[in-house]
Structure formats: structure tokens, C-alpha cells
């Protein structure tokens, strides 16, 4: 993730820019990817299988809010991937 210095010369990382979770199960992860429309990741909502379908396409950030089980589960297939999975219920 890309960091930043801030005024008192800490540090910071830069805030990731997701795209809403009603856009990414409508226009569908490929086409955001192709799509150039300046997200940083993608935001799943509950959908296991688009948060699995947004890692094949190459999103190394992906918002999950499912249970903490299946959260669990994808963050392992992320870290394999080098992707990784933010929010969710697991503190990631």
C-alpha cells in the first residue's frame, strides 16, 4: 500500500478506494478491471463467490462482510494470491 508523510513526518497509509459493493455485483469484477475507473479494490458485500472471482481477476484488495467462518477461508486464498481481503468480521 502506498504511504504517505505527514506533517510531522510519520507515516500514514493511504486510505484504499473500493468500489460499492452494488456496483462490483452489477457491472461484475471484470468489467471494473477493465474498466479503468480509478478503484484501488473492490467491495464484495457478502458474496464469497465474487470476492473469489475478483482475486482470479487480479484485485489485490477485496472488501468481504460475510461471516467470519468464510472470512477466514478467503483470507487465506488472498494470502496465497498476494491479495488480501479488508473489513469483514475477522479485524483484517
Same mark, same amino acid.
Do not use: H, N
Given at each position: ?13 493511504? %486510505?484504499?478506494?473500493?468500489?460499492? +459493493? ?6 461484475? !469484477? =471484470? @468489467?471494473?478491471?477493465? $474498466? ?11 458474496? %464469497?463467490?465474487?470476492?473469489?472471482? +475478483? ?6 484488495? !477485496? =472488501? @468481504?462482510?460475510?461471516? $467470519? ?24
Amino acid at each position: 500500500m502506498a504511504r504517505r508523510q505527514d506533517l510531522a513526518g510519520r507515516s500514514r497509509a493511504r %486510505a484504499l478506494k473500493l468500489a460499492p +459493493a452494488e456496483l462490483t455485483a452489477f457491472a461484475g !469484477v =471484470g @468489467f471494473l478491471r477493465r $474498466a479503468g475507473l480509478g478503484y484501488d479494490g473492490v467491495d464484495c458485500g457478502d458474496k %464469497a463467490g465474487l470476492a473469489l472471482a +475478483a482475486m482470479r481477476e487480479g484485485w489485490k484488495a !477485496v =472488501g @468481504f462482510s460475510g461471516k $467470519a467462518r468464510t472470512t477466514q477461508k478467503l483470507v487465506w486464498i488472498a494470502k496465497a494470491q498476494g491479495a488480501r481481503i479488508v473489513g469483514g468480521k475477522t479485524g483484517c
